[in-house]
């Protein structure tokens, strides 16, 4: 997929970090803060796809820090708990969430950055996190989980290489189900994905995040895959 970003070298302190942001920012997409209970990531179709070519890229960008901003996004009408952005990180990059908000105030203008993801790639690393998880589903601390953080209304996914690409699949999936359900039609969100098995325990507690597909409004527009364009019908003919 080709994803258009802003890219941003901050500095604080010795140390310089690149940060990329999606460009446009995911307008109809929300996610509410996960520790309020219950984390719930809602988005049109644009929105899902560009989650997951992010989650791919952020996947085999070891160094590189992925921005998302969503507080401002458009309110959805069923959006529970407290909106927050997302940043997605490896945990090679040392990225502590008390030193973001300087890191944030720094985010100019930025660079235009273009890239493409390997869907082919990132399906085989995915796969390859399947297996283990299939294999290790008992001893979480045999095989990668993404580690979830907030602060500063913003919630860190802390990951490595596969967990992030078997998240990748996950959005993907959502974004192309999501269109399949009833309710879709009815401007309604629907419940398609879920990323909790992807993220460790936090303080003992485990983690919820749910993925739902909600088209953007007006509705109008919106058509379940599978149904036929409607067509004016033709005036009656003249006596």
Request: glycine letters at 8%.
């Amino acid at each position: 997929m080709r994803l258009r970003l802003t890219e941003h070298a901050p500095r604080v302190g010795p140390r310089a970090h690149r940060i990329v942001q999606p460009r446009p920012a995911l307008r109809h997409t929300t996610l509410s803060d996960p520790f309020e209970g219950w984390g719930y990531l809602v988005g049109d179709h644009d929105g899902l796809s560009r989650l997951a070519a992010l989650f791919s890229f952020a996947a085999f960008s070891p160094h590189t820090i992925v921005y998302v901003p969503l507080r401002r996004s458009v309110p959805r009408q069923y959006a529970p708990g407290v909106p927050v952005d997302l940043v997605l990180a490896h945990r090679s990059p040392g990225l502590r969430a008390s030193a973001w908000p300087e890191l944030r105030r720094r985010l100019r203008t930025g660079s235009p950055l273009t890239v493409r993801t390997d869907e082919r790639r990132v399906a085989a690393r995915a796969a390859a996190w399947e297996a283990r998880w299939e294999q290790r589903w008992d001893r979480p601390e045999a095989w990668d989980r993404i580690s979830p953080a907030v602060h500063a209304g913003t919630l860190f996914l802390l990951g490595a290489r596969d967990s992030f690409a078997s998240a990748a699949t996950g959005l993907e999936a959502a974004a192309g189900f999501g269109p399949l359900g009833k309710r879709a039609a009815k401007g309604q969100d629907v419940l398609v994905a879920s990323l909790t098995r992807h993220l460790s325990p936090r303080g003992g507690d485990r983690t919820e995040l749910d993925i739902g597909f909600q088209a953007y409004p007006p509705y109008g527009h919106f058509r379940r895959p599978g149904r036929p364009a409607s067509r004016r019908s033709r005036p009656a003919a003249s006596p």
